[in-house]
């Protein structure tokens, strides 16, 4: 059970959001620039990110529904999706896409871990200025989306399918506008 | 204290408002009388029921409950509404802070509010008291200040519905409750809102 | 030096803000509903919050900021909010404010260490779920702003002077207002 009364039967960070739409309306503003706005990389990758740093905080209801979403922009791949999560390393992505994981994990340690080597190792494989931000912005975003959703113990539904038909969601319609009631 | 109107006051319909007034009798219990006004035309109250809680308590990023509280309190205050300005007043208090809400009613200006939640009940004051002067610019002005027209919306519609209800209440005189009976329905209206059984 | 080119100049997260507004923008905004806006826990016990978060990540920007504008709404007390960030269990503050306290640093260790005990306790003061909830916000907010800031190694200004004058600022014209990249 939730810690506090939040409306009933909406998962996750959804019932949090209705709970207060004032602070509800710049968090979902938030995710939509960062996971679906105009950008270098993909819309597949930066869900990668945010499923990767989720993982990292043991945050089920994100890293479920943040791994369909990226699954969705991969024509469906949860295989590589899970082998990111896994061992990114030596999962079949880009090297550049590997140095920005890295990043996005130091950044989930603490934005002290991060490196100017792991900074250089980006900018060596090809990542911008802009993309650097990015992957920083994403998994500091996620270090509190995850906790907003667990701090509050909202509800974690556990059907499969719910996740995979929310990825998809989240994937097309987006995070701006709230979900149709 | 009676209403002005005893035959209003003698004469509750069956509903929701003939059972709440009834149940407080029973106890001996004071109510706040503005339930006989709803009991004694339930058909069309239980829209007024409705609409309240929609202007109040629809869930927008634009303009929070409490602020919407304030300004009902803040319009009950500038047309002298005993009963309103308490009742509201204490809603506000339990949803933004007693301290910050005393403050605006004894003086805006020097209250902790910030200016751009100034801006907007300097707006509500003119609708009130002032509403021949009222142009265009003043909504520019306040969309300056930060607001959304979601949030003047509100806003507007808070302060227009609290002026026909400070007219209802003190035409049809109903009297303000001790502050603890306001404190606690504040606390109630705060927690649960307006409708008590309609839909 | 930070690791990306910043605006010259700018300290912590105003640096990141500018350099990418349409992140800015919203992230501007929450810490304005959250910090800023009126409510029943006042602005400088909000900031206090910000501050303890800041200091359990050792951000020293956020907490030095933070702890300037609690500082400043609560009359200058710059000691109660160094006693605070120190132990605020023992601190001159309100046992609901511990209570939310405790809640808030638990939160910026991981959602999950949050307890119905600890949440039990808050609301046993006289907290109610909306302090509750935005506790738990402004926790995981400053979780994401500290490591902004120092995922970025944004600039951070070494005298306490800056943070008193940012602080005044920041008190009387709000989050919005005051990063606005125009002159006010």
Avoid at chain 2, 50 to 75: D, K, W, Y
Avoid at chain 2, 92 to 118: F, I, M, Q, T
Avoid at chain 3, 17 to 37: A, I, Q, S, Y
């Amino acid at each position: 059970m939730a810690h506090i009364a939040l409306p009933e039967g909406l998962p996750g960070i959804v019932s949090a959001f209705a709970f207060r739409p004032e602070t509800a309306k710049p968090l979902r503003e938030l995710a939509e620039v960062l996971l679906r706005g105009p950008s270098s990389l993909s819309s597949g990758e930066r869900e990668m990110i945010a499923m990767f740093v989720s993982s990292r905080n043991d945050c089920y209801f994100c890293q479920t529904s943040h791994r369909a979403a990226a699954a969705h922009h991969l024509e469906g791949d949860y295989e590589l999706v899970d082998a990111v999560r896994s061992d990114y390393l030596n999962a079949p992505v880009s090297a550049k896409l590997k140095t920005l994981l890295t990043i996005a994990g130091h950044v989930q340690q603490g934005g002290r871990n991060v490196t100017a080597a792991d900074i250089a190792e980006a900018r060596a494989q090809g990542a911008t200025d802009l993309e650097i931000h990015d992957t920083v912005l994403i998994a500091a975003a996620f270090c509190m989306y995850n906790r907003y959703v667990d701090g509050l113990a909202t509800f974690t539904p556990e059907d499969p399918n719910l996740y995979h038909e929310m990825g998809a969601r989240m994937a097309t319609q987006g995070y701006a506008s709230k979900p149709a009631a | 204290m009676k209403l002005h109107l005893p035959d209003v006051e003698a004469n509750a319909k069956p509903g929701i408002y003939k059972d709440l007034i009834g149940g407080a009798r029973k106890r001996g219990e004071a109510y706040p009388k503005i339930w006989d006004l709803f009991a004694f035309q339930p058909p069309f109250t239980a829209h007024l029921s409705n609409f309240t809680e929609g202007v109040l308590r629809t869930p927008v990023a634009s303009l929070s409950p409490g602020m919407r509280e304030l300004i009902a309190a803040f319009t009950s205050y500038l047309n002298e509404c005993a009963f309103c300005t308490k009742a509201h007043a204490a809603a506000a208090s339990e949803l933004l802070g007693e301290d910050l809400v005393a403050g605006v009613l004894h003086d805006l200006e020097s209250s902790a509010l910030r200016p751009r939640e100034k801006a907007l009940l300097r707006f509500t004051a003119r609708i009130t008291i002032d509403l021949p002067t009222l142009t265009k610019e003043h909504v520019t002005a306040v969309r300056g200040a930060g607001w959304d027209d979601e949030a003047i919306y509100f806003a507007i519609t808070t302060c227009a519905l609290f002026n026909f209800y400070n007219r209802w209440i003190t035409a049809t005189g109903v009297p303000e409750m001790s502050a603890e009976a306001h404190r606690l329905q504040g606390q109630a209206l705060a927690r649960h809102g307006y409708l008590r059984g309609e839909k | 030096m930070p690791h990306i080119p910043l605006p010259d100049g700018i300290p912590g997260i105003r640096g990141p803000m500018m350099f990418r507004p349409e992140t800015g923008k919203p992230l501007n905004e929450l810490v304005d509903v959250l910090l800023g806006g009126p409510h029943t826990l006042t602005p400088g016990e909000r900031e206090l919050i910000a501050t303890c978060v800041s200091a359990h990540n050792d951000c020293r920007f956020c907490q030095t900021i933070h702890g300037a504008i609690a500082a400043h709404h609560l009359g200058g007390n710059e000691d109660l909010v160094r006693c605070v960030k120190e132990d605020f269990e023992t601190a001159d503050v309100s046992p609901k404010l511990k209570a939310l306290l405790a809640i808030a640093v638990k939160t910026a260790e991981s959602g999950k260490n949050v307890t119905t005990e600890d949440i039990g306790r808050a609301r046993s003061l006289g907290a109610t779920d909306l302090e509750i909830h935005d506790t738990v916000l402004i926790a995981a907010v400053f979780c994401l702003c500290n490591r902004y800031v120092d995922g970025l190694a944004t600039w951070t200004p070494e005298d306490p002077e800056y943070y008193r004058q940012r602080a005044a600022l920041v008190a009387t014209q709000g989050y919005a207002a005051s990063t606005s990249p125009k002159p006010v």
